[in-house]
């Protein structure tokens, strides 16, 4: 047991040299080429030393039943890795691709190469050893659950978290859709790999995928929410495609337990990790403020035409600006305009005062709007999506109207 205790406390000591590392004025490159990987590199000698005095296999799947994606775990990790990126290129394909922010030279090629193989051999190994030295049939989910979550911790890129604007909740949200949510899905499915397959079967699966995003020149580059999806629920689906394909035992005792589990190929479990993750996107909304509005009329155009989807955030008074697109509240509607002008006044106990005006409209609006109108400021805008909304209730005003 205290093998466990010292590779966890192994973790802590990285987290806690990764946040020393990243508030020194430590070079960027020497940190990120020589440092850190040299961290998770000694993570996985520590690990390979435990594994070897506890005679822990973390490399065989010993764990198999029945393996039908590929010839081996090591060939289905691959293969899941391609399903993953097949999605991306989907998705290009529908939004279009952008170039990828880094330069891709040899150099930075092999570098960059040898930096992922590195960082991902020392995490594969950890969750490897620690997947396969905890779990028990009666702490199946929550030893896999985790474990995952001991893995996102060591992977979740520390040196860039700190530097994290979380006052501002569209960087928050992005965060939390673009990095959080996806990187705990893909480690659930890696978690489950290295279970049944070995250290090298989850191996493959994220280095495929994370070799994509790092070495691709052209990326996928929808609408950022459109991603964010698309990376939470493309290793829900492989996983699926997974427990499809292998059939596991714990003991002898849950064999014909586990084999009709996998027989009946039921993903419930997977769809609730799926609506759970919604549910947290959804709470994430609600706790910073942030809501989704649908735009009705044209007097936006062409910046916001009818149908589109904008993102909206609370914003402080005397932070907005000339030129920034808010909500206010007139009368019983709210009204999406860009702000004209600011007027400093001392009546009504208001401060000051906006002057708006829908970039359609060839006069501001006759009304100033005061502080205590404004809802927030939009922040994103996602096309044609509201369309649905808008012809759902015109339906049913229209059959209400029958009726009537």
């Not at 004025?25 to 996985?44: E, F, N």
């Not at 009946?264 to 609730?272: D, R």
Request: one cysteine or more; proline letters at 5%; glycine letters at 8%.
């Amino acid at each position: 047991m205290w093998y466990i205790l010292l590779t966890i406390y192994a973790g802590l000591i990285y987290l806690v040299a990764c946040n020393i590392i990243t508030r020194t004025g430590i070079d960027p490159i020497l940190k990120s080429y020589a440092i850190l990987p040299m961290m998770r590199l000694s993570v996985l000698m520590l690990v390979l030393y435990i594994a070897k005095i506890e005679e822990v296999d973390i490399f065989y799947s010993r764990k198999v039943r029945r393996w039908e994606l590929g010839r081996n775990p090591i060939e289905g990790g691959i293969l899941l890795g391609i399903f993953h990126i097949s999605l991306y290129v989907i998705i290009g394909l529908l939004f279009g691709f952008g170039k990828n922010p880094y330069v891709i030279t040899p150099v930075s090629l092999v570098l960059g190469l040898s930096v992922l193989v590195t960082n991902l051999l020392g995490i594969e190994a950890f969750r490897t050893y620690m997947v396969r030295r905890v779990v028990s049939e009666k702490t199946f989910t929550l030893c896999i659950v985790t474990v995952a979550i001991l893995a996102v911790i060591l992977r979740i890129g520390w040196e860039n978290f700190f530097s994290i604007d979380f006052n501002d909740p569209l960087i928050t949200m992005k965060f939390i859709g673009e990095d959080l949510i996806p990187l705990i899905t893909m480690s659930l499915l890696a978690t489950y790999m290295a279970f049944i397959g070995g250290m090298f079967s989850s191996f493959s699966y994220v280095v495929v995928v994370e070799g994509f995003e790092w070495f691709s020149p052209l990326l996928p580059d929808p609408n950022w929410m459109i991603l964010s999806f698309i990376k939470t629920i493309a290793p829900v689906v492989a996983f699926m495609v997974l427990q499809s394909e292998t059939v596991i035992t714990l003991s002898h005792r849950t064999r014909r337990k586990m084999k009709a589990r996998h027989g009946e190929k039921s993903p419930y479990g997977w769809i609730a990790s799926s609506i759970a993750c919604l549910v947290i996107v959804l709470f994430s909304f609600g706790y910073f403020g942030v809501h989704p509005l649908v735009i009705c009329s044209g007097s936006m155009e062409p910046t916001l035409e009818v149908g589109d989807v904008v993102i909206i955030a609370p914003v402080k008074v005397d932070e907005i600006k000339v030129g920034d697109i808010v909500e206010y509240r007139s009368t019983n509607m709210s009204i999406v305009h860009r702000v004209h002008n600011i007027r400093k006044v001392g009546s009504h106990g208001y401060q000051v005062e906006f002057i708006t005006k829908g970039d359609a409209n060839d006069i501001p609006d006759p009304d100033p709007v005061h502080p205590d109108q404004i809802v927030g400021k939009v922040i994103l805008v996602i096309p044609k999506i509201g369309w649905i909304s808008l012809f759902t209730e015109k339906l049913y005003r229209g059959i209400m109207g029958t009726s009537a």
